[in-house]
């Protein structure tokens, strides 16, 4: 490991960040959903959206684009549905909050479908999904974002990297969660790997005349012109059927923007209202409770046995072994309870400016 990685305490960093969002004026009880999405974040190794992604939401507060205090509005709601306005707050706040009414009205009538317009950027998709499984449900969780990826023979980012999650319980200490981007890396990989000096995998961005870029430094300044474009998974053009990613992508815009009257495409980029910009998105929610088909033990039980046996496959000469959604991620939470979560300089950077900032000053950090 690199001499300039070092391991923070997981339950210190999560009291950090809580205070970070307390001393911008988010309420503790909100300010603790936010910390436990991110700290979940990296200590299910997805670095891309945790304490990294602490600086983004510091600015974006103090600049406007998000609401500190979040108002929740509900626009309509059904004995199994509701749409839910965010207002511009917290994305975190207003999907755990969307996710608890989905799996409320699961747990009564079997399902629980909740979108949500004008919100803001919620973290990994993943958590919502785990809060359903730990209900014993089904849970599928949806999110735009700003424009990354281009259609299929185009160059221009239209749609975002569009999470399409789902979670489901098994009998094993790990449920199947796979949580993944319709992109084949998403922007938040880009900016990890700009923080490590770090080149991007081959075949996974272009520019805007469809060549294949690397450099992650320069993606982002590409990215800000609108001239580099994240590709879909399936990768550039139809060979190798970059159609699928696509058309994947557009279901999550569809679920996340047409269901709610929200933005989409171009606008998730940004508007001005009454003189302020807001970065808005939109998501969408579904508990599946799983005794109205079939008693959980008896599905965990199939859901265990359906793992098992994937993994338990015939491999390809000299793999070490199979995996299924989630258990890396049970792999890796279990290392970074004991061992702490890995900080790299700029992370360390970042964490001295908002501890300088906000008084923070009884956080000990060793960069400190």
Do not use: W
């Amino acid at each position: 490991m690199s001499e300039d990685i070092i391991n923070i305490d997981a339950s210190t960093l999560e009291n950090f960040i809580k205070d970070v969002f307390v001393g911008l004026g988010v309420p503790k009880e909100d300010a603790s959903i936010i910390a436990d999405v991110l700290i979940t974040s990296d200590l299910r190794g997805i670095e891309s959206h945790g304490i990294q992604r602490c600086k983004m939401y510091y600015d974006r507060i103090k600049e406007g684009l998000y609401n500190p205090i979040t108002k929740i509005d509900i626009i309509k709601e059904g004995p199994t549905t509701a749409l839910l306005d965010g207002n511009c707050g917290m994305g975190h706040v207003i999907a755990y909050k969307a996710m608890k009414m989905a799996i409320k009205k699961a747990k009564k009538y079997g399902l629980g479908a909740v979108a949500v317009r004008n919100s803001t950027h919620f973290g990994i998709a993943g958590y919502y999904s785990l809060m359903a499984i730990k209900e014993g449900m089904i849970g599928l969780t949806v999110t735009n974002a700003r424009p990354s990826i281009p259609p299929t023979f185009g160059s221009e980012p239209m749609l975002g990297t569009n999470p399409l999650t789902v979670g489901a319980p098994t009998d094993e200490d790990f449920p199947f969660v796979l949580d993944c981007a319709t992109s084949i890396i998403q922007r938040g990989k880009v900016e990890l790997n700009a923080r490590i000096n770090k080149m991007v995998p081959e075949n996974t961005v272009i520019d805007e005349n469809g060549d294949i870029m690397r450099d992650p430094n320069k993606i982002l300044e590409k990215m800000l012109e609108r001239k580099a474009s994240l590709l879909p998974l399936g990768g550039k053009g139809e060979e190798t059927a970059g159609y699928k990613g696509y058309g994947y992508a557009t279901i999550v815009e569809l679920l996340s923007a047409a269901l709610q009257e929200g933005i989409y495409l171009r606008d998730t980029l940004g508007i001005v209202e009454d003189g302020q910009k807001r970065l808005k998105v939109g998501h969408f929610f579904l508990a599946i409770n799983i005794d109205n088909f079939i008693g959980l033990e008896s599905f965990k039980q199939t859901a265990g046995n359906i793992m098992r046996d994937l993994r338990g496959s015939r491999k390809i000469p000299n793999a070490e072994r199979i995996y299924t959604a989630g258990e890396k991620e049970k792999i890796m939470e279990d290392i970074r309870k004991s061992k702490g979560i890995p900080l790299n300089k700029s992370l360390q950077n970042d964490i001295k400016t908002m501890q300088k900032e906000l008084k923070l000053d009884h956080y000990k950090f060793s960069f400190s």
